[in-house]
T-cell receptor, first 111, second 110 residues
Framework: KAGVTQTPRYLIKTRGQQVTLSCSPI?????VSWYQQTPGQGLQFLFE???????NKGNFPGRFSGRQFSNSRSEMNVSTLELGDSALYLCASSYSNYGYTFGSGTRLTVV | EDQVTQSPEALRLQEGESSSLNCSYT??????LFWYRQDPGKGPEFLFTLYSAGEEKEKERLKATLTKKESFLHITAPKPEDSATYLCAVQGLGNEKLTFGTGTRLTIIP
């Protein structure tokens, strides 16, 4: 069965721009979580969605937002990009919140 | 707040040399402790979930164990293809998020 699909794989953006990342979960998985991974901070939780509702949010500024659609696909948006937003953004999906399958991530570089 | 500390940060072993990776954690009610393997440029790959102290799980050359304060990932007779970063994460009761440690970068030398 297909895994978690994230698009695009790579992105280069300029400071001040905004960006939208996409995640398609495993079929049947209704929970989608987003994480930011940087060399200094490791994996940091951004937010989690279940049935189009945000259930939990990490300690990130309001520039980071997300949503989930009725087919469980999810998007995250970062507005007014800063250099420090350069990171690997990972999406994970789960059927029952007892096991999370990650995608390969989107590598965002802000210049 | 949930916390996870992994040690060592990096470990170099000869092929066939067994060792253990440590994950110390604090959480207000453990829902699950997760081990992942991550290769460069890829997302974490799920290895194990442990739910209660005393639980053990095995997969090929890997064995994960759990106590009330820490988990160990034992690697027996490792091969070069076991080289990766191993991540530990905890999930608290009533919580949807995983809290990760910073990982152990394992290198197996042929």
């Amino acid at each position: 069965k297909a895994g978690v699909t994230q698009t695009p794989r790579y992105l280069i953006k300029t400071r001040g721009q905004q960006v939208t990342l996409s995640c398609s979960p495993i079929s049947g998985h209704r929970s989608v979580s987003w994480y930011q991974q940087t060399p200094g901070q490791g994996l940091q939780f951004l937010f989690e969605y279940f049935s189009e509702t945000q259930r939990n949010k990490g300690n990130f500024p309001g520039r980071f937002s997300g949503r989930q659609f009725s087919n469980s696909r999810s998007e995250m948006n970062v507005s007014t990009l800063e250099l420090g937003d350069s990171a690997l953004y990972l999406c994970a999906s789960s059927y029952s919140n007892y096991g999370y399958t990650f995608g390969s991530g989107t590598r965002l570089t802000v210049v | 707040e949930d916390q996870v500390t992994q040690s060592p940060e990096a470990l170099r072993l000869q092929e066939g040399e067994s060792s253990s990776l440590n994950c110390s954690y604090t959480v207000s009610g453990l829902r699950g402790l997760f081990w992942y393997r991550q290769d460069p440029g890829k997302g974490p790959e799920f290895l194990f979930t442990l739910y209660s102290a005393g639980e053990e799980k095995e997969k090929e050359r890997l064995k994960a164990t759990l106590t009330k304060k820490e988990s160990f990932l034992h690697i027996t007779a490792p091969k070069p293809e076991d080289s990766a970063t191993y991540l530990c994460a905890v999930q608290g009761l009533g919580n949807e998020k995983l809290t990760f440690g910073t990982g152990t970068r394992l290198t197996i030398i042929p």
